[in-house]
């Protein structure tokens, strides 16, 4: 497969989840670059998504992270799911901040892979870092009768 073949999947791939991902969709994240291992998302922090501190719940930027994972490790059309995931808070976000999750692939040996997401917000500022292993079922998420 050449690299034009695996980015019009890793595209295929990303349209798919997004028209499935109600979680993604009632938190307004949006897929802004999805590439085979990879993927950028963006979440605008709202006042429904304060704890009582007013700061954003480490929940909402948690889901943030977890979604750009699992874009990334799902581009190349393998149904792969998380099997641990960790995050390191590094400053809070509050309202109006825009959050950006860049997910990386780190390896991909097997069925299990390991991705690094940072999580920054409009100026730049490190918030979080997250780190997933995933497993990639025999399934597909994209097929032509999707």
């Keep these: 497969m050449n690299s034009f073949d695996e980015?019009?999947?890793?595209?295929l791939v990303g349209r798919t989840m997004m028209g499935?991902?109600?979680?993604?969709?009632?938190?307004?994240?949006?897929?802004?670059?999805?590439r085979p291992g990879f993927s950028k998302m963006t979440m605008a922090v709202r006042t429904d998504?304060?704890?009582?501190f007013d700061i954003c719940h480490g929940g909402m930027t948690f889901a943030l992270a977890d979604t750009a994972f699992a874009y990334a490790c799902?581009?190349?059309?393998?149904?792969t799911v998380a099997l641990h995931c960790t995050i390191n808070y590094s400053a809070s976000s509050v309202v109006g901040d825009?959050?950006?999750?860049i997910?990386?692939?780190k390896s991909l040996n097997g069925r299990t892979g390991v991705y690094d997401i940072s999580i920054v917000n409009q100026n730049g500022k490190t918030i979080a870092h997250f780190r997933g292993t995933s497993?990639?079922?025999s399934d597909a998420v994209y097929s032509k009768e999707s």
């Design 74 to 79: 799902n581009s190349r059309n393998k149904k």
């Design 103 to 105: 997910a990386e692939e």
């Design 20 to 34: 499935n991902d109600k979680a993604a969709q009632a938190l307004d994240i949006k897929l802004v670059e999805i």
């Design 49 to 52: 998504m304060l704890n009582g």
């Design 135 to 137: 497993y990639a079922t």
């Design 98 to 101: 825009e959050l950006i999750a």
């Design 7 to 11: 980015m019009e999947v890793a595209q």
